[in-house]
């Protein structure tokens, strides 16, 4: 059984950092693709980052580039998302995703089968 669980939200100032992680189970990280994405009040899911479960190739949507990174833990089947100098605009739910590791590369939510339950991430002075 696929599951998925997030943890590591929290409320923090503008210019802080969060980690979160992606712990999976049922499945081993190194045959699909693991993404993060994040949904704020009144918008629509976005892509924030993914990672290849192949070839630990990573891919950014521009809002992440140069602030988050994403890695992945094989011995622990956990997926972090690293966030430095979070911005009021990062606030939202974040949630973990899994998709066919040919989509790896492809921040598209409709391709991911499987989420987590998600981690409030609020960003705030």
């Known amino acids: 059984q696929v599951q998925l669980v997030e943890s590591g939200g929290g409320l923090v100032q503008p210019g802080e950092s969060l980690r979160l992680s992606c712990q999976a189970s049922?499945?081993?990280?190194?045959?699909?693709?693991i993404g993060w994405f994040r949904q704020a009040p009144g918008k629509e899911r976005e892509g924030v980052s993914c990672?290849?479960?192949?070839?630990?190739?990573?891919y950014y949507a521009d809002s992440a580039k140069g602030r988050f990174t994403i890695s992945r833990d094989d011995a622990k089947n956990t997926v972090y998302l690293q966030m430095n100098s979070l911005k009021p605009e990062d606030t939202a739910v974040y949630y973990c995703?899994?998709?066919?590791?040919?989509?790896?590369?492809?921040?598209?939510?409709?391709?991911?089968?499987?989420w987590g339950q998600g981690t409030q991430v609020t960003v705030s002075s």
């Open positions: 049922g499945f081993t990280l190194d045959y699909y693709a």
């Open positions: 995703a899994v998709a066919a590791e040919y989509y790896s590369g492809n921040l598209a939510p409709v391709v991911y089968d499987y």
């Open positions: 990672i290849s479960g192949r070839d630990g190739s990573t």
